[in-house]
């Protein structure tokens, strides 16, 4: 289950200003939380580099604290897509079907049920 996280700096709210993003999803957007795994909780951050809503892209770096003694601080750069209707909920890739990706989408609570009623019929 996704533990909550706290957003920095926060979106701008009510704004008209031509260029001002309404979404959380921006450059420099920030995202700290935990990811648990095998009975482990490690902290993790997510910075936003780059948003492109206009073709469902962003990308960023994921630092995660605690993995291993080896590396005590990891950061990974990532790109990936927006689900949109360019990307849709269903994955269709990495060896991924419906099946896969239900497994993954029951765990986001009311976004499964988006993913659900998103399915094509």
């Known amino acids: 289950m996704p533990v909550p996280s706290e957003i920095f700096p926060p979106p701008p709210v009510h704004s008209k200003q031509p260029g001002v993003t309404k979404t959380l999803l921006y450059n420099g957007s920030r995202f700290q939380g935990h990811q648990k795994s095998k009975g482990n909780s490690y902290d993790v951050e997510v910075v936003l580099q780059h948003v492109d809503e206009v073709n469902s892209y962003l990308c960023g770096y994921l630092k995660i604290t605690g993995l291993t003694e080896e590396y005590p601080t990891l950061t990974t750069f990532f790109d990936g897509e927006i689900i949109s209707k360019k990307y849709p ?33």
């Open 89 to 121: 909920f269903l994955t269709r890739k990495w060896d991924a079907n419906e099946d896969v990706d239900k497994k993954h989408w029951v765990f986001f609570g009311v976004l499964f049920k988006v993913w659900l009623i998103c399915l094509p019929n």
